[in-house]
């Protein structure tokens, strides 16, 4: 009989065969930015998360350099919204000015900027509307003009969640024109049109004002299609693509680690962070071990990177 409990015997041993480890730098922390001065509002439905006015971001950004995490990605959320979503590519749009404000202060955070116009549209939507279509191939121009703009602000990372068509190689081949040719792309490959993502819209304002987004994100019961998604993103020029959202989709992201090469990314996102603060506000879980136990599942499913928003709790407890 072969006992396996011979290598599970005492702390020490486990520590030597554990298999996944966990890193700081594995983390990503998403950041919401607010138009207007001296803001620091509560996001109801993700206790501890904040939206910051930029005359506020050191506060979160001290933490960030302190916990040595491996950077952030930047969510704009404008006073001003339109059918085009033109303050998601104005020069002084807000997420541009917080880039710059961050490379300023702190040079040395790596920032990844979420492409996509739903937080910048008055109707919601990702994507241009005609009627009550979401037209792909018109939005692709509007999701260049935002890449290269942030570029232009200082982002490091371009992260296109919109879900069109096409748009990797748009925003490659705008990037590369503008002369951006070493700033990586992280897609958003296999995106869900999922019910975890209710808190976020909250935090952004980004709820669409009409219908849903079936129309362009993936339908959850669908894994194959999400490897067909992925294949395309990288064919298209993606170094880095994501499954998103995480907890649910662990089979999605273990079968592109299986069958992918280029690097791998996992979202966990505000409706999987919600309910891990709502049960341990209630004292039913350790919310300690279950970020940990779900964070170490996400990196031995594939993920190299993981954006969460117990990025700096988990840091700390590493």
């Given at each position: 009989?072969?006992?396996?409990?011979r290598?599970?015997?005492?702390?020490?041993?486990?520590?030597?065969?554990?298999?996944?480890?966990?890193?700081?730098?594995?983390?990503?922390?998403?950041i919401?930015?607010i138009?207007?001065?001296?803001?620091?509002?509560?996001?109801?439905?993700m206790?501890g998360?904040?939206?910051?006015?930029?005359?506020?971001?050191?506060?979160?950004?001290?933490q960030v350099?302190?916990?040595?995490?491996?950077?952030?990605?930047?969510?704009g959320?404008?006073?001003?919204?339109?059918?085009?979503?033109?303050?998601?590519y104005?020069?002084?749009?807000?997420?541009?000015?917080?880039?710059?404000?961050?490379?300023?202060?702190?040079?040395?955070?790596?920032?990844?900027?979420?492409?996509?116009?739903?937080?910048?549209t008055?109707?919601?939507?990702?994507g241009?509307v005609?009627?009550?279509?979401?037209?792909?191939?018109?939005?692709?121009?509007?999701?260049?003009?935002?890449?290269?703009?942030?570029?232009?602000?200082?982002?490091d990372?371009?992260?296109?969640?919109?879900?069109?068509?096409g748009?990797?190689?748009?925003?490659?081949?705008?990037?590369?024109?503008?002369?951006?040719?070493?700033?990586?792309?992280?897609?958003?490959?296999?995106?869900?049109?999922?019910?975890?993502?209710?808190?976020?819209?909250?935090?952004?304002?980004?709820?669409?004002?009409?219908?849903?987004?079936?129309s362009?994100?993936?339908?959850?019961?669908?894994?194959?299609e999400?490897?067909?998604?992925i294949?395309?993103?990288?064919?298209?020029?993606?170094d880095?693509?994501?499954?998103k959202?995480?907890?649910?989709?662990?089979?999605v992201?273990?079968?592109?680690?299986?069958?992918?090469?280029?690097?791998?990314?996992?979202y966990?996102?505000?409706?999987?962070?919600?309910?891990v603060?709502a049960?341990?506000?209630?004292?039913?879980?350790?919310?300690?071990?279950?970020?940990?136990?779900?964070?170490?599942?996400?990196k031995?499913?594939?993920?190299?990177?993981?954006?969460?928003?117990h990025?700096?709790?988990?840091?700390?407890?590493?």
């Amino acid at each position: 009989m072969y006992r396996f409990r011979r290598l599970r015997r005492d702390d020490r041993i486990r520590s030597i065969m554990q298999e996944t480890r966990l890193h700081p730098k594995d983390f990503i922390y998403p950041i919401f930015v607010i138009e207007g001065e001296n803001i620091k509002n509560p996001v109801e439905s993700m206790p501890g998360i904040f939206q910051y006015s930029i005359d506020r971001l050191e506060e979160i950004l001290e933490q960030v350099k302190e916990t040595g995490i491996g950077g952030i990605m930047l969510f704009g959320i404008p006073l001003h919204k339109d059918p085009q979503g033109s303050q998601a590519y104005a020069k002084d749009g807000i997420t541009q000015q917080a880039v710059r404000f961050i490379k300023e202060k702190y040079p040395d955070i790596y920032i990844v900027v979420d492409i996509c116009l739903c937080e910048y549209t008055s109707h919601g939507h990702c994507g241009m509307v005609k009627g009550e279509e979401i037209l792909n191939d018109e939005t692709l121009p509007y999701l260049v003009k935002m890449a290269v703009s942030l570029a232009e602000a200082g982002a490091d990372m371009a992260a296109p969640s919109d879900m069109m068509d096409g748009r990797v190689a748009a925003i490659r081949e705008g990037l590369d024109q503008a002369g951006f040719t070493q700033m990586p792309i992280m897609a958003y490959s296999a995106k869900f049109a999922s019910a975890y993502y209710g808190p976020f819209r909250d935090a952004a304002h980004s709820a669409p004002g009409f219908g849903d987004r079936k129309s362009y994100q993936m339908d959850f019961a669908n894994g194959q299609e999400a490897l067909r998604e992925i294949a395309a993103d990288i064919e298209e020029g993606a170094d880095i693509v994501m499954v998103k959202p995480a907890l649910a989709y662990l089979d999605v992201l273990k079968e592109a680690a299986l069958t992918f090469d280029e690097p791998l990314a996992v979202y966990n996102v505000s409706g999987e962070y919600a309910m891990v603060k709502a049960a341990a506000a209630n004292g039913w879980i350790d919310e300690k071990r279950i970020v940990m136990e779900n964070l170490t599942a996400m990196k031995r499913a594939g993920a190299k990177i993981i954006i969460t928003y117990h990025a700096l709790d988990a840091a700390r407890w590493i």
